[in-house]
């Protein structure tokens, strides 16, 4: 078995078939970076079974193990060089760069992206997130070396995290890929009203919209998603998202009736009034999945936890702050058991947990709301005083009364023949 044998590869392959044979072959058979990096452009699955081997196994000689970067330059040799049968760059279905950093010394070329998505037809997943580096390859720059080149076949695109591009290259997006169905933009930068309402114009099939901390985006952008994403729009995330007020979601909640997943975390403009409108539209009858943690001026009083219970039929996962549904100490009580009408909820997740929180409220909540659908209550809380003793971590004393990794695993253990949610506490300082 050869260098040639690998190269001319044609679907379907053995290794796309069976990918974890592929590892077993790369530790066993001497092969070029070229060849390599084919095998991981031949699907998802090939990726995620030769790209642990090739990066982080240290019995492999020097020959084996290269960078990321040295990957993605070893595929754009090949693709340059046109030593890819056709029907092996048709295989090529999923690309994912965030691992690639360049240096001082190394750099990809200009037309990197051009060359890759030339030689891969059928791409339909591309993430160039810049999340696990800080490295700025992905700019403006980038998009314009795409001329008038167009990828029809693109459905998801992940730029979260890059900083580095402008305005104009997110407005060049619709052009190169008219197709998406799914576009994150977490943290990107060059997202305004402006370029968000071109993409959401021309990109008539998006279902997953992922804006979150796009602090440039107002009620305005948002008016033109709630418009033209009205008939595919399923996902919409907006967390952190300080400019978004009431009125935008309102348009959002009368005209996405398919939306499934809302996420408005940390939009501190965001009020009762919002939720209320979302309830009473068209879209609480698909509405899955909704985040409101440390939305400051969201309280779940008794009345708005009963509305939501009786028109989000479908709501299976919400996600709130401790606070909010500790604001008003006399109705606490009705509140807990408010959340016993929501038929179909299956996860609640709590955020900013205070020490020495009383347990008994949510013993009492996985009681009473495993009463319908509920299988778990997710508690995070940062760290507590009583976690640290001399800057060494110490076990300290715990109340039975009080929340803690003592309390909840004896809940947890503790069956007495009832049929109750499970209780998970983890330790999250970044909330």
Request: proline letters at 4%; hydrophobic letters at 40%; one cysteine or more.
């Amino acid at each position: 078995m050869d260098d040639f044998f690998f190269s001319q590869l044609a679907p379907p392959s053995f290794f796309s078939l069976f990918p974890d044979a592929l590892a077993i072959v790369v530790r066993r058979i001497p092969l070029t970076n070229e060849t390599l990096a084919i095998l991981c452009l031949v699907n998802h699955e090939c990726y995620q079974a030769v790209m642990p081997v090739l990066w982080k196994s240290p019995q492999l000689s020097n020959s084996f193990v290269f960078t990321p970067l040295q990957c993605i330059q070893s595929i754009l040799t090949t693709m340059t060089n046109r030593s890819l049968r056709p029907e092996t760059a048709e295989m090529i279905n999923y690309l994912d760069m965030s691992s690639v950093e360049e240096t001082l010394y190394t750099t990809l070329p200009d037309t990197w992206l051009l060359t890759l998505l030339q030689s891969a037809p059928k791409l339909q997943y591309l993430c160039l997130s810049g999340k696990k580096t800080s490295s700025p390859f992905v700019q403006t720059q980038t998009f314009r070396k795409l001329g008038t080149f167009v990828h029809p076949g693109l459905e998801s695109l992940d730029l979260s995290s890059c900083t580095d591009i402008r305005e104009p290259g997110i407005k060049s997006l619709p052009t190169f890929f008219p197709n998406l169905v799914t576009l994150n933009l977490s943290g990107t930068s060059g997202v305004t009203d402006t370029s968000l309402a071109l993409i959401v114009d021309r990109c008539q099939y998006l279902e997953t919209l992922d804006l979150s901390y796009c602090r440039l985006v107002t009620d305005l952008g948002l008016f033109a998603v709630a418009k033209f994403c009205r008939r595919n729009l399923r996902v919409l995330k907006l967390t952190g998202n300080l400019k978004i007020t009431d009125i935008s979601l309102l348009a959002v909640a009368k005209h996405c009736p398919g939306i499934k997943q809302l996420c408005l975390g940390e939009c501190n403009q965001i009020t009762d009034s919002a939720l209320e409108w979302i309830a009473k539209s068209s879209s609480s009858t698909s509405l899955t999945e909704l985040e409101l943690h440390r939305c400051d001026k969201v309280r779940f009083g008794l009345p708005l936890l009963e509305l939501l219970s009786n028109k989000c039929n479908a709501l299976e996962r919400i996600t709130l702050t401790y606070k909010q549904i500790n604001s008003q100490r006399d109705d606490l009580k009705l509140v807990m058991e408010a959340f016993r009408d929501f038929k179909n909820l299956k996860i609640i997740d709590i955020y900013e947990v205070p020490e020495f929180s009383p347990a008994l409220f949510f013993w009492d909540l996985a009681f009473q709301g495993s009463q319908g659908a509920l299988e778990c209550i997710n508690l995070y809380r940062g760290s507590f005083s009583t976690d640290y003793i001399l800057g060494n971590y110490a076990v300290a004393f715990e109340h039975d009364q009080h929340i803690s990794d003592q309390t909840v695993r004896k809940f947890n253990e503790w069956k007495n023949g009832h049929q109750k949610a499970k209780v998970h506490l983890f330790v999250d300082d970044f909330y």
